[in-house]
């Protein structure tokens, strides 16, 4: 399996200099190469590179770095069909639609850019990398990260490495292909992931990951944007600026431990875990304003992702089950009443008199389903009749 991992560069204020203008020239050439792509029609990465590889040439870049902008920019447009074709830009004639195919893709000064081994080396008891520059190829630039990132890269990173400038530092982003643990496929039990925004997670069994940190830090964050986008001074915007992407660095640091603390259960229990499929639930629920806006900051998907992929690298086994009336259904009697659910907190049965914390019980629930399903989806092992 894919795992990505980022190290940060710290590079002297020369290697700064250089890092930042080789950045800024291959993304200004990938916005040369993706008018040319718009203009032809996007033809295909062979038939682009004959318009403009000797035109990157011209520009000062290398071989390497000009067949890697011509990439990018192919890949760019691929993905913008991609998201076309799945409807993710909106329906044919939507203004945000007729935008995105009628002017050509453009690219950031700071976007990241992908180097390979040609371009890139690394040096891992050293912690220092030499790469490409259109300065020419600098060397013994530091990087940190931890330890067990720097054991993935010494034993899995394979292809490319992207470098990337954000807020003035500089990253490194490397893939390593690290293996997957062989899947339990007979556990000895199964955990249900309720999902909530009171309680971000909640497992039977387990103390219920409450919410009310993350909650405040958002509104906190949210009133504080309004505070300096209301003043609009230079001193505010700086401030707004420096603070971009705290909320989201926070709230995946929180499902980062949510999931690891999960999987860990999952993986001393010998279990599984069942998972509630909320996928399209920001389009089927109708909220209030207010509601509104804490529900598109909550991060379920990428809890979700989160507990994937750290599942398979222990060998869990992990289903996505239908999260229908999970919370209304008794998981005693299975018996299903809209008015079994009490308030938010409170589940009462109305067929046989159980009382239990709604989340909890949900958790049952979708803990059952998840047995079932798996048990649906095995793959048998019965001897095939001769």
């Known amino acids: 399996m894919k795992v990505v991992v980022q190290v940060k560069l710290m590079p002297q204020a020369d290697q700064a ?90 690219f950031r000064p700071q976007a990241a850019h992908p180097f390979d081994d040609r371009c890139l080396s690394w040096q891992y008891d ?22 067990e990132a720097l054991k993935a890269l010494r034993e899995h990173r394979r292809g490319e490495s992207d470098l990337i400038e954000r807020d003035g530092a500089f990253y490194l982003i490397a893939v390593c292909e690290v293996p997957e643990a062989p899947v339990n496929e007979y556990p000895d039990g199964w955990l249900g992931v309720d999902l909530g925004i009171v309680n971000i997670a909640t497992v039977d069994g387990m103390t219920p990951f409450n919410g009310r940190g993350l909650n405040r830090h958002r509104k906190r964050q949210l009133e504080l944007r309004r505070k300096l986008q209301a003043k609009g001074t230079k001193s505010a915007r700086r401030r707004l600026k420096r603070r971009r992407r705290k909320e989201r660095r926070h709230a995946a640091n929180v499902n980062h431990i949510i999931s690891k603390k999960i999987v860990t259960e999952a993986a001393r229990t010998s279990s599984g875990i069942a998972l509630e499929d909320l996928g399209g639930i920001r389009e089927r629920v109708r909220l209030r304003k207010p509601q509104r806006v804490m529900l598109h900051s909550w991060a379920f998907h990428q809890l979700g992702a989160f507990l994937e992929y750290k599942a398979r690298r222990a060998g869990v086994p992990l289903v996505r089950v239908d999260p229908a009336c999970t919370s209304q259904e008794c998981a005693d009697c299975h018996h299903i009443e809209k008015n079994n659910r009490v308030n938010q907190a409170l589940f009462v049965c109305r067929n046989c008199g159980v009382v239990a914390h709604a989340d909890r019980n949900a958790s049952r629930n979708i803990a059952a389903r998840g047995e079932a399903a798996w048990i649906a989806g095995r793959e048998s092992r019965v001897p095939a009749t001769p």
Request: with cysteine.
């Open 17 to 106: 200099t250089a890092l930042s203008a080789t950045l800024h020239a291959v993304n200004d050439a990938a916005n040369r190469v993706s008018a040319v792509a718009f203009e032809h029609g996007v033809p295909r990465e062979y038939e682009l590179r004959k318009h403009t590889y000797a035109e990157l040439k011209a520009r000062g870049l290398g071989a390497q770095a000009a067949q890697h902008t011509i990439k990018k920019v192919r890949d760019a447009y691929t993905t913008l069909k991609a998201n076309v074709r799945a409807g993710n830009l909106g329906k044919k004639g939507s203004k945000r639609r007729i935008k995105a195919e009628s002017t050509p893709i453009t």
């Open 126 to 147: 050293a912690q220092t990398v030499s790469i490409w520059t259109t300065a020419g190829r600098i060397r013994n630039v530091r990087f940190v990260c931890s330890a």
